[in-house]
């Protein structure tokens, strides 16, 4: 049982390195899409198609890969309550951005809209550091994490739209997931899951420790 629990969470952080990187992918096909935007375009419009379905496709990957965390982890409540609302969130930021010559009240150039974004961003990925909070190496690459997100919102000084931040922030979550997988394989870090009897985790981190 414990076994099949460490396998359907190292599934689920796969999922949530592919929903990722299928973000990126959206956010380069929405800069060619802006660069090149004609209305009347039969080019645009596959561009358009291709990011909704690179903008759904990332999306299924990362709500599979959420389910997977909430069922495997224990407790956990607020990476997994923030985690969930930030998976809907980039969903409707999407879906906006590729609408946003439609929609009048989205401005995708806002530096407000940009902190916000990359604020909440960086708070579920502190979130993050509850899975095993005790170990320098990992806290260390949540840091890192944080300080890319965050980095997004500078794309607006850069006059870049939002498509910028919501990409730093899956470059960011691949490194998160990727060092996840790699720190469980070699045991730097363990994740206590349902159905382990041997241990249950301290969630508390000592990053600011002395």
């Known amino acids: 049982m414990m076994e099949d629990m460490h396998k359907k969470l190292s599934f689920g952080l796969n999922l949530g390195l592919i929903g990722n990187a299928l973000f990126i992918a959206f956010s380069a096909v929405c800069y060619v899409y802006y660069l090149i935007f004609n209305p009347e375009s039969a080019f645009v ?58 929609i009048e009240f989205y401005k995708p150039y806002s530096l407000l809209l940009a902190i916000i974004h990359s604020i909440f961003s960086a708070a579920v990925c502190f979130a993050f550091l509850t899975l095993d909070p ?25 006059g ?17 997931f990727g060092s996840i997988k790699y720190m469980l394989q070699r045991e730097i870090i363990e994740i206590d899951c349902y159905g382990d009897k041997a241990r249950v985790a301290e969630y508390r981190s000592t990053f600011f420790e002395e």
């Open 45 to 102: 419009k596959f561009l358009e198609i291709v990011a909704y379905t690179l903008e759904f496709s990332g999306f299924a990957a990362l709500v599979a890969a959420d389910i997977l965390i909430i069922k495997t982890a224990r407790m956990r409540d607020w990476l997994k309550i923030g985690f969930s609302i930030y998976i809907v969130t980039e969903a409707v930021m999407m879906t906006l951005e590729l609408n946003s010559y439609r």
């Open 160 to 176: 870049i739209r939002i498509y910028f931040s919501i990409f730093t922030n899956a470059i960011a979550f691949i490194l998160l």
């Open 134 to 158: 005790d170990k320098k190496a990992y806290e260390i690459i949540v840091i890192i994490c944080i300080g890319i997100m965050l980095g997004g919102m500078f794309g607006n000084v850069m």
